[in-house]
T-cell receptor, first 117, second 112 residues
């Protein structure tokens, strides 16, 4: 069963800590994405990557960075965690080119609920 | 830029009621439209999609029609079940853009 795996389901970190959220996909997808989910705001794109070592900023990149050293792994880094980064983080992957007539092949992980105290 | 607006939630219905969740969009080109569902404690799953005007997407009793003239993609179901309780997201993607743009989500609760 193909899937996107996020390393932690729940995470509690202290303000100022450096936080790593890991995501691994086993579908050989080119594209990988990090979204943040907040009530009333839906999902907002933080960063995405369309190839190894390539990245592009999404709508809310401030306070975050990413790393993609291998095709299957996409890491989200909070350089210095703050309480306003408490949220649900969702990773997704998709193939390129997008699958014709499909949902573009997006597959989502189950999410990491991060609490910064 | 592209955007998606969903009706405000939360929505609470009784079992077997008729469901409509409104979704409108703004896009510069000709997007594909999607409804995703998120059950408690899980990630997002594709519910249905439509890739061009007048297409109707359907799955698990849910339907949505791509209306270009009203820039809408409303989700409907004739008779909801308790198991339909979830958060529903409308989304769009323009061809080649590779990114999904989501609405704010609508939490649906179905009471027995």
């Amino acid at each position: 069963d193909v899937k996107v795996t996020q390393s932690s389901r729940y995470l509690v970190k202290r303000t100022g800590e450096k936080v790593f959220l890991e995501c691994v996909q086993d579908m050989d997808h080119e594209n990988m994405f990090w979204y943040r989910q907040d009530p009333g705001l839906g999902l907002r794109l933080i960063y995405f990557s369309y190839d190894v070592k390539m990245k592009e900023k999404g709508d809310i990149p401030e306070g975050y960075s990413v790393s993609r050293e291998k095709k299957e792994r996409f890491s989200l880094i909070l350089e210095s965690a703050s309480t306003n980064q408490t949220s649900m983080y969702l990773c997704a992957s998709s193939p390129y080119p997008p699958l014709q007539g499909s949902n573009y092949g997006y597959t989502f992980g189950s999410g990491t609920r991060l609490t910064v105290v | 830029g592209n955007s998606v607006t969903q009706m405000e939630g939360p929505v609470t219905l009784s079992e077997e009621a008729f469901l409509t969740i409104n979704c409108t969009y703004t896009a510069t080109g000709y997007p594909s439209l999607f409804w995703y569902v998120q059950y408690p404690g899980e990630g997002l799953q594709l519910l249905l999609k439509a890739t061009k005007a007048d297409d109707k997407g359907s799955n698990k009793g849910f339907e949505a029609t791509y209306r270009k003239e009203t820039t809408s993609f409303h989700l409907e179901k004739g008779s909801v079940q308790v198991s339909d309780s979830a958060v529903y997201f409308c989304a769009l993607s323009e061809w080649g853009a590779q990114k999904l743009v989501f609405g704010q989500g609508t939490r649906l609760t179905i009471n027995p």
